[in-house]
């Protein structure tokens, strides 16, 4: 098997250049050989939009889905700018993804895997992570999903 | 006296007593073999040991949602004193997860949190740049406006 950019560029995917964080905090903190990143948001659309919405109110499950697919892209993108290779990933341990829902929205497993998808099509056996997929009253900004990823790296 | 102490006091800040949990769990966890901490998550405590109370866009305001956050910051500090014996065995903050009771409509999670975010750096300077997430939640413990995770990494 190739590199990851060797796969990235067969899905035909360019990863987006995430911005860093402008408070007291940083993007990823490694420990040992655990990368613990800071919770993402979704990357800007095909149309350069960042999507805003709330599961259950006025955002379907599939624009969720897709929304979660572009905070998998901000993931992947955060984890090329801060080690530099996505070949360094040696597993995908563990995704926290929070779904901005209405109190009976029920779900956001399936919203969860826009990214969950993503990160097994450009990682494969690597990208095979727990996961938790949970409901929030709100998120900063008023983005409909936002993911933590505790990562293993080389 | 410890360094980080030294810090803590020249900066003015008294860490809380470590509240004892009344059910099944613990305040902190030390995983020896990777040197990690784990803390649960710390509510902000009245004086006479209550919780305080209180819902972002709902009676309470940013700035004051930024105290409380500092507030809950020093407790997680006192328990992670309790536990470690000595504040400069740290030698990384890695993750917050801070968590804010607020309305469906309030979006400024992180403004909140930087309460915590910015105590931690002022007290172990480049020690305490930590990732971090800022949530929203449709409810807390007690009724209370910000509780938060900590995952430290010490050493020794």
Do not use: W
């Not at chain 2, 309460?115 to 807390?140: T, Y």
């Amino acid at each position: 098997m190739g590199t990851a950019d060797d796969r990235l560029k067969e899905l035909g995917i360019t990863l987006p250049d995430p911005p860093d964080p402008v408070a007291n905090y940083v993007s990823s903190v490694r420990t040992g050989d655990l990368l613990f990143l800071a919770g993402s948001g979704p990357a800007k659309d095909a149309a350069g939009k960042i999507p805003l919405g709330k599961l259950g109110e006025d955002m379907s499950v599939e624009e969720g889905y897709d929304a979660a697919r572009l905070v998998g892209m901000n993931v992947l993108g955060r984890l090329r700018k801060d080690l530099g290779s996505l070949d360094r990933v040696k597993r995908v341990i563990k995704l926290l993804t929070m779904v901005n829902c209405t109190a009976d929205f029920k779900d956001q497993p399936a919203v969860a895997n826009g990214a969950s998808d993503l990160l097994v099509e450009v990682l494969g056996d690597r990208g095979r992570h727990s996961r938790s997929a949970v409901g929030m009253v709100s998120l900063p900004g008023g983005i409909p999903v936002e993911i933590e990823a505790i990562v293993e790296v080389e | 006296m410890s360094e980080i102490e030294r810090r803590l006091e020249s900066l003015g800040y008294g860490l809380p007593e470590q509240v004892t949990p009344v059910a099944n769990y613990v305040p902190a966890v030390s995983v020896a073999g990777v040197g990690l901490v784990y803390l649960s998550g710390h509510v902000p405590r009245t004086p006479d040991g209550g919780i305080v109370s209180g819902r972002l866009g709902d009676g309470m305001t940013v700035e004051e949602g930024y105290e409380v956050a500092k507030q809950v910051a020093l407790a997680l500090l006192g328990t992670l004193r309790a536990e470690v014996g000595d504040l400069d065995r740290v030698t990384r903050i890695v993750k917050l997860l801070t968590m804010v009771n607020c309305t469906p409509d309030f979006g400024d999670q992180p403004a909140v949190a930087n309460g915590a975010s910015d105590l931690l750096v002022e007290v172990f300077g480049h020690k305490g740049r930590h990732a971090r997430s800022a949530v929203g939640m449709a409810a807390l413990p007690g009724n209370c406006p910000v509780e938060i995770e900590m995952i430290v990494q010490v050493a020794g």
